[in-house]
C-alpha cells in the first residue's frame, strides 16, 4: 500500500483550472524513466479531479488500480491524494483533512490571492508522504476522530461518471499543457497495448 | 545510420555488462529540440547504471539488429553480442533465445552463465512479463548448478587410493572446494530471489517473477541442510514485511504457503503466520486475500494434528464452550488492530509442539480464529464492512468443514444447513435475542454435540 502523490489546490473557479499551492510525490516504487512521466499523471489526475468536486465534499475515484482521493473546502482549499488501491481510504481524508488546517493556519491571508500554480514551502507535507506509508502512523489521528469516520460521506465515482458528458479522459490527456509530449505518446502506446498506464 | 547504432549498443551491452541495471524506452525531444542528431541510446543515473533507448528509433534499430545477427555466424561471438540487442529489444525472441542457449552449452563456462544471468536481470527491468526470458534465466541457473557447483561434491569414482598423506590432502582439498561450491551456490540462490523480489516492487503481482521464485524454493532441502533452513527462514522473513505493506498481494501469500511446505509445515511457523495474517485482516478489513491465505494456514494446521479424529472434538469443545452461546466480545477487533505486527519468529530446530500433536494447543488456536472470525462479521462499523463479513463468514465456513474432511469425515447434516444460511443473515452485531441465525447456531451445537457423544 502506497500514496504516490499528495497535493493542495486552490479551486474557487475565479481561474479556468485548479492551481496548485504545493506538493509532494512519492516515486521510488517506478522505474528510473518512468518518474518524470509518473509526476506530471499524479500533477494531471489531481487538477482534473479536485476540478470535479464538489465544494465542501470528499470524493474518491478509481482508476487503473489507483484511488484518487480529493477533499474541496467550501472555501476553495482542497487536497488531493493519489494512492494504490490497498491504502486505507478513511486514512487518506483524516490525513488531507489535518494538512488541509495546518496549510490553512500558516498560510490563511496568502492563498486565496495565488492565481498560478506555487510551490509554497509546506513542511508538513514533505513530511506527511514519507511518514504516512505506512498507515498505521496515521491511525492516532484517526483514533480520535473514529466516531467522525463513521458519519464522514464520501463518495466513489468512477472516472466516466465524474467527468462532464462527452468529454472523455483521453481527449484531457491530449489537451493537457501538464503533460509533456513524451508522456502523451507513453500514455498513448501504453493504451494501445493494452497495458497498465505509468501511474499503477 | 541503424546499423551503427546497433554495433555501439551491442559494445556497451558487453563492456558495461556489470554496471547496467535497468533498462528503458523513452521518448526523445525531436531533431528540432536539440539542434543535432538525435540520440539513438544512452546511459544515465548513478555511475551510467540506466540504460534508455529512445522510443520512436526502436523499431529501425530492432530491424538493424536482427538483420545483422541473422545473416551473421551464429558461433561468432560478434554475432552473438548482436543477438543481446536483440533480445534486449524484443524479449520473447524465444528462438535466439535458444540459439544462444547452444552457444553458451557448447562453451560451457561459469563466468559466461553469470554474465547471462545479469544479462537477463537487465532485460527483465523493461520485460517484466517475459516468459522465455524467464525459462532461459533458470536454464543459465541450471547449468551453473547442477554442472559446475557440484562436480566436485561426491567422490570421484575411478581415483585410486595412492598412499594415506595423499589421500587425506584430496579429501581436505575436495572439502574446500565443496565449501567454496556451497558458499556460491547460497549467494547465487540469494541473488535469485532478490531479483524476483526486485520485479515484484516494481510490477505487482507479476506471475512469471512469483512463479519462478516458487520454483527457486525447489533448490533447498530443509531436511538435510542448516543453510538451507536458514536461507528459507531468512525468505520467510522478507515475505513477512512484505505483508505488512502489501494485503492484498496473493501471489506473495501463495509463496508463503511454499516455504512454508518447504520447511515441512511446522505447527509453531502456521501457528505465527495465522497470528499474523489475522491481525492484518483486522487492522485492514475487507481484503479477500488475506482471509483466503488464512484458509490455506488452517487447513495445513488441521492436517498436522496427530490424531485422526481431533478436528472434531475440536468441534466439540468449541461447541459446547464459550461459542456455544456466542457472547461475543466486540472489542477484540480494536485490540487485535492495535497489536503488535513484528512478532518474534524463534529459528529453533526443535518444534516445540509437532512432536506431541498437542491437540489443546490446536483447540485453542481453532477457537480463537473461530472467534475473531465471527466478531469481525458482526463489526458493521469498519472500513469495507461488507466484504469483511462476507469474507470472515467464508472463513468460518472453511474452517469447519476442514475439520470434518481432513478427518475423512462428511459434514453432519445439521451444521451443514446452518453452514448454508450463515452468508444469507442479516448485517449487523450477532444478537441472540433477535437474530435467528443464532437461534440456528445454538440448536446446531446441541445437535453436534449429541452427535458427536454418539461417535465416541
Known sequence: MKITGISILKWKEDTAEPVFLASATELSSFGFFQRGTAAQFVKFISRTLIKRTPAGKRQTVEHEGNNVHTYLRSDGLGCAVVADAEYPERVAFTIMSKLIEQFHSQYAQQWPTVMEDATLSFEPLDQAIIEYQDPSKADKISKIQKDLDATMEVMHKTIDSVLERQVKLDKLVETSEDLSMQSKAFYTTAKSHNQCCTIC | ?456
Open chain 2, 1 to 456: 545510420m541503424m546499423e551503427t547504432a546497433a554495433r555501439e549498443l551491442a559494445h556497451v551491452l558487453r563492456s558495461q555488462q556489470t554496471t547496467l541495471d535497468e533498462f528503458g524506452l523513452v521518448a526523445l525531444a525531436g531533431e528540432e529540440d536539440l539542434g543535432e542528431a538525435k540520440k539513438v541510446f544512452f546511459t544515465d543515473g548513478d555511475g551510467g547504471s540506466k540504460l534508455g533507448v529512445d522510443l520512436g528509433s526502436g523499431a529501425a534499430l530492432y530491424r538493424a539488429a536482427r538483420t545483422l545477427y541473422e545473416t551473421g555466424n551464429k558461433e561468432e561471438e560478434s554475432t552473438q553480442d548482436m543477438a543481446k540487442v536483440v533480445l534486449l529489444l524484443s524479449a520473447d525472441y524465444e528462438t535466439v533465445w535458444n540459439v544462444r542457449k547452444m552457444y553458451l552449452g557448447k562453451r560451457n563456462n561459469v563466468e559466461e552463465l553469470l554474465d547471462e544471468i545479469r544479462f537477463t536481470d537487465l532485460v527483465l527491468s523493461k520485460h517484466y512479463k517475459s516468459a522465455p526470458t524467464w525459462v532461459h534465466r533458470h536454464w543459465a541457473l541450471q547449468q551453473i548448478l547442477g554442472q559446475h557447483l557440484n562436480k566436485e561434491q561426491g567422490h570421484d569414482e575411478g581415483e585410486d587410493n595412492i598412499g594415506s598423506k595423499r589421500q587425506s590432502l584430496d579429501d581436505r582439498n575436495r572439502d574446500e572446494r565443496t565449501k567454496e561450491n556451497r558458499l556460491q551456490r547460497d549467494t547465487i540462490l540469494q541473488h535469485e530471489l532478490e531479483i524476483c523480489q526486485r520485479v515484484a516492487a516494481s510490477y505487482y503481482r507479476c506471475y512469471n517473477a512469483w512463479s519462478y521464485r516458487a520454483e527457486i524454493l525447489g533448490y533447498f532441502d530443509a531436511h538435510n541442510s542448516m543453510e538451507d533452513r536458514k536461507a528459507l527462514h531468512h525468505e520467510r522473513l522478507r515475505l513477512r514485511s512484505w505483508f505488512v505493506r502489501h494485503v492484498s498481494d496473493h501471489s506473495a501469500m501463495n509463496q508463503m504457503l511454499c516455504v512454508l511446505r518447504a520447511l515441512g509445515n511446522p505447527p509453531d511457523a502456521l501457528e505465527a503466520e495465522i497470528t499474523l495474517a489475522s491481525r492484518l485482516a483486522v487492522r485492514y478489513p475487507g481484503h479477500e486475500a488475506l482471509w483466503r491465505y488464512k484458509r490455506g494456514l488452517v487447513y495445513s494446521l488441521l492436517q498436522r494434528c496427530s490424531e485422526e479424529s481431533a478436528p472434531i472434538h475440536i468441534v466439540a469443545h468449541l461447541c459446547s464452550g464459550p461459542l456455544a452461546s456466542l457472547e461475543l466480545d466486540l472489542s477484540l477487533v480494536d485490540s487485535m488492530a492495535e497489536a503488535d505486527l513484528n512478532i518474534e519468529l524463534t529459528q529453533s530446530n526443535h518444534d516445540p509442539w509437532a512432536d506431541s500433536g498437542d491437540c489443546a494447543r490446536f483447540a485453542q488456536i481453532l477457537q480463537d480464529e473461530l472467534t475473531l472470525a465471527l466478531v469481525c462479521a458482526s463489526d458493521h462499523t469498519c472500513a469495507r464492512s461488507e466484504e469483511q463479513r462476507r469474507c470472515a463468514l467464508g472463513y468460518v465456513m472453511h474452517v469447519l468443514r476442514s475439520s470434518f474432511r481432513v478427518s475423512g469425515r462428511a459434514i453432519p447434516s445439521y451444521l451443514a444447513t446452518w453452514l448454508r444460511r450463515l452468508p444469507h443473515a442479516r448485517a449487523g452485531p450477532l444478537n441472540p435475542a433477535n437474530d435467528s441465525l443464532l437461534a440456528a447456531w445454538a440448536e446446531a451445537v446441541s445437535a453436534s454435540l449429541e452427535h458427536i457423544a454418539q461417535l465416541s
